[in-house]
């Protein structure tokens, strides 16, 4: 079984300060912006180049110069995150998740990866410095520097994540995230989705959802009941 975590909201919560400023430091660097925080987008569930482009547009950088930019601001994005990121983030993994993946890692069949909407090095950062990144392969996942369209990540993952040439099942693959836009890019990938409410949303708002969990110790019963085929923990 593929299991693609999201991050932010899922394995951890709170640890986007240092991204927002290496986001709009950016945004400054790249298309001279002087005040990206004035644009008020919601980032949750979205890639960080849709959260950058939203916030463009808001400011009336045409789109024709948003895409010329978008390799530079990718770059000032990961090198601003580099020098901002404190040097722990321990204390925003969410109770709980270091002791799941370590079971779920054990567990024959099982292959942790991820489907986040942060830029590869953005993530792949913020995981160590959380003591996650240990879990996580590289070459594995898909994240915001592949696809502005997070529907687009899923497809990629299972890619990744297969053998022979072909991509991992999608029958085979579940997605855990914490918001509606990580329940459509499951869905329009075909995946399954458990919805976890340790993110913004409650779930009244994660109803499309083939599961929900409100905390990490629910989300490892539906888990586990999922990977010793019991359907009926999940549906
Ligand atoms: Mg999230």
Not at 66 to 94: K, Q
């Amino acid at each position: 079984m593929l299991l693609l975590f999201d991050i932010d909201g899922t394995l951890m919560s709170g640890a986007t300060r240092a991204h927002r400023q290496a986001l709009h430091a950016a945004l400054g660097d790249v298309y001279g912006l002087a005040d990206p925080a004035g644009a008020h987008v919601d980032p949750a569930g979205r890639t960080d180049m849709e959260i950058a482009r939203a916030i463009l547009l808001d400011s009336g950088v045409s789109a024709g110069r948003i895409d010329d930019g978008v390799m530079d601001f990718r770059a000032a994005c990961a090198r601003e995150y580099s020098r901002l990121c404190p040097p722990s983030l321990a204390e925003f993994v969410i109770a709980g998740i270091p002791e799941l993946l370590e079971e779920l890692a054990r567990r024959p069949g099982v292959t942790l990866s991820l489907v986040t909407g942060n830029l590869e090095p953005i993530a792949r950062l913020k995981l160590a410095r959380s003591g996650l990144g240990v879990h996580f392969a590289p070459g594995q996942g898909a994240f915001g520097s592949d696809a502005e369209d997070r529907t687009e990540l899923p497809a990629l993952a299972r890619r990744r994540a297969g053998a022979d040439g072909l991509p991992h099942p999608r029958q085979q693959t579940i997605l855990i995230g914490d918001t509606p836009r990580d329940i459509a890019c499951a869905h329009a990938d075909g995946v399954l989705c458990i919805a976890v409410g340790t993110g913004p949303h409650g779930s009244e708002d994660l109803g499309d959802a083939d599961a929900f969990a409100p905390d990490p110790a629910r989300l490892r019963e539906l888990l586990l009941g999922r990977l010793t085929g019991s359907r009926a923990a999940v549906d």
